[in-house]
């Protein structure tokens, strides 16, 4: 079919669904039988620069040129757009340069592209010798320096905006990047100088307290809102989960749905959440099938949330079948399933579903060897926690101080103690007391008395916050090896030093990395 309207169209549709891919392949079908139509190169380019393809877009560039509108303004700045979302910069500035016409979008563009690939400078440079600068200028520019940290730079921008300019999205973006990095009393002050409020602004405010944990002052921004939508439902909720106030997530949810707003996505991911942190599998299950019953998309963060919540109450069953059931799994769902499976100590399923992600092309990252770390550590699996490790160097992932913390504490259960010794004094990170203090819980399992003193040089050269308890756990040590003198000493040395345990907690340290909540 050569009708250009029929081709153009589909092309059109893919997009508006989100058919990115097929609306590329459609168009390359076009190309073949000789079809052009400038009008959707800049919603092509679009889609290549949300997927990213970079070649694409310089396809696109080439066979804009040949058919004679290269030079188009909006072609142009699509172009220039796509590039930058691309990562390639340099070909944005080079396109820039040579355009014949450019308005204040291309300009912006140009902007926006540095300020995304965290080049301030150039962005400063353009910034500069703008002429016709709008509110979305300036707005860039604070919110790109605060993202890229100069929040110093982002308020001298925001004290220079000119007054006629200055309005809400630009009051609301310097809000923002103060939250966005916890300076909440900068915020608030910018916050309450606002001459109008956005629904934005109040879930920046939100979103801030909520970060730091602070839940009271976040819960009385929320009740200064005269008018709640959506969003800021949902950024409420989401603090709560955040800082583990499950309960209150699930009435602040029923709070929503009696005012009548009805739930997305990001609703769900949170409740789902919070029924995870309560283990309330009789409302995960509510929820499950109020996604079912309002036709909710089914996204990977929603899958997620699924086997999440049902793995975490204990139903492991639903939580695969939910898994297997859906195909476009993400690196979080299956860091999902897999944590799932070792949260319930299946840790030879963890090990048989960490092959399979690799074997499905999915990058590990952090997040889930130290899951696998985990499981192995409480399982026993010495030589398969070796083989992680080896992999995590194979892919180029960073060895952090939580995946020693889970070797030294396998080691240490296994009864390796010298192994662990060994780790921990050739680990490149300082060890912390956590670490220090699962080494010495494997001495005083395996009543190594020479290995606990050995430690506690370590603990007593470096640590900072752990010390009163490990005193009291090698007091522990010498009295459960009958040295009672050395015990006695301890005790005394921790009384004379002014040293006391923490009342109501436990002297024994648990290792919290490998501790699968």
Not at 496 to 516: A, E, N, V, W
Request: with cysteine; charged share 20%; proline share 2%.
């Amino acid at each position: 079919m050569n009708n250009p309207s029929y081709w153009f169209c589909s092309i059109r549709n893919h997009i508006r669904r989100g058919s990115l891919r097929c609306a590329l392949l459609t168009y390359k079908q076009t190309r073949h039988i000789g079809l052009y139509d400038s009008s959707v190169v800049p919603l092509l380019l679009k889609a290549c620069a949300f997927l990213p393809f970079l070649h694409y877009v310089k396809t696109l560039h080439a066979e804009s040129i040949k058919a004679g509108s290269g030079s188009d303004v909006i072609i142009g700045t699509a172009l220039l757009t796509s590039y930058a979302k691309c990562d390639a910069t340099r070909d944005a500035r080079k396109l820039f340069d040579t355009m014949p016409e450019r308005n204040v979008v291309t300009w912006n563009a140009m902007i926006s592209g540095y300020l995304r690939n965290g080049d301030t400078e150039s962005a400063s440079l353009v910034f500069e010798e703008m002429q016709g600068k709008t509110q979305v200028t300036w707005s860039q520019m604070i919110g790109g320096f605060a993202r890229n940290g100069d929040i110093v730079t982002a308020r001298r921008l925001f004290d220079e905006v000119p007054r006629e300019l200055k309005d809400v999205l630009i009051w609301t973006v310097m809000v923002d990047g103060y939250a966005r990095i916890g300076e909440m009393e900068a915020a608030r002050e910018v916050f309450e100088l606002m001459p109008e409020r956005n629904c934005f602004v109040w879930s920046s405010m939100l979103y801030g307290y909520s970060k730091k944990g602070n839940i009271a002052e976040a819960e009385a921004v929320f009740s200064r809102v005269l008018v709640r939508n959506l969003e800021i439902w949902n950024s409420m909720i989401a603090g709560y989960v955040q800082n583990g106030f499950g309960e209150k997530a699930l009435q602040a949810f029923e709070g929503m749905v009696a005012e009548g707003f009805e739930p997305d996505e990001f609703t769900v991911v949170s409740v789902l959440s919070a029924c995870a942190q309560l283990g309330r599998l009789d409302v995960g299950k509510q929820i499950h099938h109020m996604i079912e019953q309002r036709g909710i998309a089914v996204n990977p963060f929603v899958l997620s949330g699924l086997v999440d919540m049902y793995a975490k109450c204990g139903d492991l069953v639903n939580a695969r079948l939910m898994f297997e059931g859906f195909n476009e799994r993400n690196i979080i769902c299956w860091n999902a399933m897999i944590s799932g499976f070792a949260i319930n100590g299946k840790c030879r399923e963890v090990l048989e579903f960490f092959g399979r992600m690799e074997d499905s092309n999915i990058r590990p990252d952090g997040i889930t060897f130290l899951t696998v770390l985990s499981a192995c550590a409480h399982g026993g699996l010495v030589r398969e926690a070796f083989e992680v490790i080896s992999k995590m160097e194979g892919y180029a992932i960073e060895i952090g101080i939580k995946h020693y913390g889970c070797m030294v504490d396998l080691l240490g259960r296994a009864g390796r103690l010298k192994d662990a010794y060994d780790l921990i004094v050739r680990m490149p990170v300082k060890p912390n007391d956590t670490v220090l203090g699962a080494m010495l819980g494997a001495c005083r399992i395996h009543s190594d008395v020479n290995m606990a003193e050995q430690v506690m040089k370590l603990i007593h050269g470096d640590s900072v916050t752990g010390a009163n308890s490990h005193n009291v756990l090698l007091s522990n040590i010498y009295a459960t090896s009958e040295k009672w003198e050395k015990a006695e000493r301890m005790r005394r040395i921790m009384v004379d030093g002014g040293s006391q345990k923490t009342p109501g907690c436990s002297s024994i340290i648990f290792s919290d990395y490998c501790g699968l909540k």
